[in-house]
């Protein structure tokens, strides 16, 4: 049987305007980082997708390394658009990346044109798309100069490869000597994806700012710090978790009983508004006006589910926001 989406999917999840752009995503957005590789099951993946977009999550975020292997989860991707969403291909956000190593040699790795142009016509190849919504640059290149990346971005949008172009991981200064260069070649930067939770503040410390007055969105990537602010570690560390894994980006040196300490709290907290956790993470990271769009990665549709039902209460008060405040800069 095809897919039939459900009628009522917009009417899920709030969404909110992109920058000063034309632009509105929702809320919460689907991250691809894991589990919809070459190694993970297509079926979980497929329901993944079709729970996200019933629940009225249009914005998918992929890039070229995403897997594994890399390459894999745009392939995946690809297939379950062309299977299941050709219909609703206008109904969606596609984002890819490059910046990350990607093949070897001198030329798949970090933002020169030469990477950028090349990765993002492979991406499309997996994906089966003539362009993508929104293509970044995944981080800053320290060797490269950074007019040669930024006009790199602007051919991209030029040739039709991409609707809109973004940035990941760039910090304040950074950021604002990008955008001023996207401004001047007529290209503006519609957003930039950087990571931030309530156990990775650094976007707070000038960022923000920088994107406020440049009229710049904002997608927070990781806002669960990568399953510390879900329910699964707050008994310690389980055997099928990301930190048990030793080929993992979360390890068990960044599981300490301190971290676990502030969880428990924070869930407590969470348990008084009706939350889970991961709600009340989602919550936090949305109450910044610069925040667009919270981003999060799934294994199963529940936690799908969980996540999107947390915009069912964003609101904070001031006392609870104190008391957040002080969980998590208690030592």
């Not at 809109?164 to 401004?183: F, N, Q, R, V, W």
Request: charge should be negative; aromatic fraction near 8%; hydrophobic fraction near 35%.
């Amino acid at each position: 049987m095809s897919y039939v989406p459900e009628k009522s999917r917009y009417d899920q999840v709030p969404y909110n305007r992109c920058g000063k752009s034309g632009i509105k995503l929702p809320a919460v957005s689907l991250g691809l980082w894991h589990n919809f590789g070459g190694v993970s099951s297509l079926e979980n993946a497929r329901e993944m997708i079709h729970t996200a977009f019933d629940l009225g999550i249009t914005h998918f975020d992929l890039a070229n390394n995403y897997g594994p292997p890399a390459g894999s989860a745009e392939k995946t991707f690809g297939h379950i658009l062309s299977q299941d969403f050709n219909y609703y291909r206008d109904e969606l956000i596609i984002s890819t990346k490059a910046g990350w190593g990607m093949w070897p040699g001198p030329y798949g790795d970090f933002g020169s044109r030469k990477y950028l142009v090349a990765s993002l016509d492979q991406s499309l190849k997996r994906l089966g798309l003539d362009y993508v919504d929104i293509f970044y640059h995944h981080r800053p290149d320290p060797e490269t100069p950074l007019e040669e990346t930024m006009r790199a971005l602007d051919y991209i949008v030029r040739s039709g490869r991409a609707l809109y172009i973004g940035i990941s991981s760039y910090d304040a200064e950074e950021t604002k000597k990008a955008a001023k260069i996207l401004k001047e070649l007529g290209t503006p930067c519609l957003i930039h994806q950087p990571s931030y939770s309530m156990l990775n503040r650094w976007i707070e410390d000038g960022l923000t700012k920088v994107l406020d007055h440049e009229g710049i969105g904002c997608i927070v990537f990781s806002p669960l710090a990568q399953g510390m602010l879900t329910s699964k570690y707050l008994s310690g560390i389980p055997e099928n978790s990301r930190a048990a894994n030793i080929h993992g980006f979360l390890t068990k040196e960044q599981v300490t009983d301190e971290v676990i300490h502030k969880a428990k709290t924070l869930n407590e907290l969470a348990k008084e508004r009706g939350q889970t956790l991961a709600q009340l993470a989602i919550a936090w990271v949305l109450r910044l006006p610069e925040v667009t769009s919270a981003l999060i990665g799934a294994s199963n549709p529940d936690q799908i589910k969980d996540c999107v039902n947390a915009t069912n209460n964003l609101k904070l008060t001031d006392e609870e926001l104190k008391r957040i405040e002080v969980i998590l800069t208690e030592k």
